[in-house]
């Protein structure tokens, strides 16, 4: 698309229906009773208790009868099973974060950008024929919730029409959809950044500025061998920026972590901390111990593309198809470039996907236990561990080897580029260079002291390095113990997102599927 009429859409999104943020909307709670999916494939319960794994001893953070606990919905079956007992276990929750947090925050509360979007990601997506199957069966299974108790309504006001199976399709695709970095946006432009990188005209760079938002700006890092204790590996990561205001604080109290059981269909299961409605991930962690977590990330020069999988769906499609041993970098590169759109690349928005696996000698024999997927709509590229940084791979938002010109890069650091396709990576506007600069340095100084990181904890001390007041949640993981800590955000009392700071709780990857 012709960047002056993709400019001419943006404003129309943003400039029509300005009005429809509503602050009346109260989130559907979540109680803490053990629920059943008619169809006997779905179970949604609170998480269980699990181990504390804290910087202190107190406590959960509770408000009421609420805590910042998720909650663990299993479901199991053929794609249009797990969905049907999806939808119908969360079908409130569903359109909760579709309103107040994909509407009300990300878009803030442009319904006009929201149909822009939503129109055009009808034509322009690739939806495989399980994932229709999966999302198609979740509107049955909010219909049938609607039919069996009459509090539930999927009528939204918001919208000004009932829910439908193209919000499906908008909560699985949010960040394709996330004004300042969509997928209908021209590149090139530096990931996770405020404001264009490539300014439009003066009056849509001001009907931006009325919008601005968080973006979503996470951190991550895996480490292993020689710089970790019994030289196994540590993976974490802080997912930062969807970050809802009050009174709902969705992301938080929405939290869930679905255990995914397809074995009917021969696929792996997995774990995914996501949110209600989303049938892909962004978090994930399989039964072979393989990791797989997304930042949003750089775009490259050129017009928007189509045939565009929505990048959760492709995480999705990859942790339950792959096993960590045959997850390598080159299989990896592989699956994105058969998942890719018009334009060469297999993401619409610009990501970057950092890959974790057991320091076995089958898993990882030729190839790193940890390594970063960079890509864009455009291309797909692979980066493993430097010479000078053995054994570690630390990302952000900007891509570390996509786009950065070895002949013209100023940076004397190759782990940490200044640019990113000719744009400087340090702005006003994107924290993504100092969180690099503060984990990169963090690992490096503790390598040089001679002291290995010592599991868990050592993780979590880490993520603290890089936080700035936007983390929602926080995960750490250890492939080969098949063991992660969770610890969630405490915004209740003072609006902190602060995710890190937290108590993290330990679980075993088999007791969640109990």
């Given at each position: ?23 009346g909307r109260q989130y559907t709670p979540l109680d803490n009773l053990v629920h059943h999916a008619p169809n006997g494939h779905g179970v949604l319960k609170p998480m269980p208790t699990g181990r504390l794994n804290a910087l202190n001893d107190e406590p959960l953070t509770t408000l009421g009868n609420e805590s910042s606990t998720p909650h663990l919905l299993q479901v199991s079956g053929m794609p249009s099973q797990r969905g049907f007992a999806h ?61 069996d108790d009459h509090s539930v309504s999927l009528h939204v006001p918001e919208l000004g029409r009932d829910f439908a199976l193209s919000d499906i399709y908008m909560i699985n695709s949010y960040l394709e959809a996330t004004l300042h970095n969509s997928a209908l946006k021209p590149g090139p432009y530096v990931g996770s950044t ?321």
């Amino acid at each position: 698309m012709p960047g002056a009429l993709h400019t001419v859409l943006l404003l129309a999104g943003v400039l029509l229906g300005r009005a429809s943020l509503l602050h009346g909307r109260q989130y559907t709670p979540l109680d803490n009773l053990v629920h059943h999916a008619p169809n006997g494939h779905g179970v949604l319960k609170p998480m269980p208790t699990g181990r504390l794994n804290a910087l202190n001893d107190e406590p959960l953070t509770t408000l009421g009868n609420e805590s910042s606990t998720p909650h663990l919905l299993q479901v199991s079956g053929m794609p249009s099973q797990r969905g049907f007992a999806h939808g119908y276990l969360l079908a409130p929750q569903i359109i909760d974060w579709c309103v107040l947090y994909l509407l009300n925050t990300n878009m803030r509360g442009s319904l006009g950008w929201y149909n822009t979007f939503s129109t055009w990601w009808s034509k322009a997506q690739y939806v495989p024929p399980a994932y229709a199957e999966e999302a198609q069966a979740m509107l049955k299974g909010m219909v049938q919730r609607a039919n069996d108790d009459h509090s539930v309504s999927l009528h939204v006001p918001e919208l000004g029409r009932d829910f439908a199976l193209s919000d499906i399709y908008m909560i699985n695709s949010y960040l394709e959809a996330t004004l300042h970095n969509s997928a209908l946006k021209p590149g090139p432009y530096v990931g996770s950044t405020l404001e264009p990188a490539a300014g439009p005209p003066a009056a849509a760079a001001a009907a931006l500025g009325a919008l601005r938002t968080t973006p979503p700006a996470c951190s991550q890092f895996v480490t292993w061998g020689q710089h970790t204790a019994h030289g196994e590996t540590l993976a974490g990561r802080n997912m930062d920026g969807e970050t809802d205001p009050a009174p709902g604080y969705v992301t938080v109290r929405h939290l869930l972590v679905t255990a995914v059981d397809g074995t009917a269909v021969g696929e792996r299961r997995f774990l995914s901390v996501m949110w209600p409605g989303h049938i892909g991930g962004l978090s994930l962690i399989n039964e072979d111990g393989l990791y797989l977590m997304l930042n949003c990330g750089s775009m490259g020069p050129g017009a928007p593309a189509t045939n565009i999988t929505a990048i959760e769906y492709f995480m999705r499609h990859v942790v339950a198809t792959m096993s960590a041993e045959r997850a390598t970098p080159d299989a990896v590169k592989a699956e994105a470039d058969r998942f890719s759109c018009t334009g060469g690349g297999a993401s619409g928005a610009g990501s970057v996907i950092v890959f974790a696996r057991p320091t076995t000698p089958n898993t990882t024999a030729g190839s790193p236990a940890g390594f970063v997927l960079e890509a864009d709509r455009f291309g797909n590229v692979v980066r493993g561990p430097a010479v000078n940084d053995a054994e570690r791979v630390v990302q952000t938002n900007h891509f570390v080897s996509y786009g950065v010109d070895g002949a013209t890069e100023p940076s004397p650091d190759p782990q940490s580029p200044w640019l990113n396709f000719g744009l400087p990576v340090a702005t006003a506007n994107s924290s993504s260079y100092w969180r690099l600069e503060a984990l990169l340095n963090g690992l490096r100084s503790h390598a040089a002291s001679g002291q290995q990181l010592q599991g868990l904890p050592a993780a979590q001390q880490l993520l603290l390095r890089p936080v700035h007041g936007t983390t929602e949640h926080s995960v750490v993981f250890a492939p080969n113990r098949r063991q992660l800590a969770l610890a969630v955000a405490n915004p209740f009392d003072s609006g902190r997102w602060d995710a890190p700071y937290q108590s993290f709780r330990t679980y075993d990857f088999d007791e969640l599927f109990e």
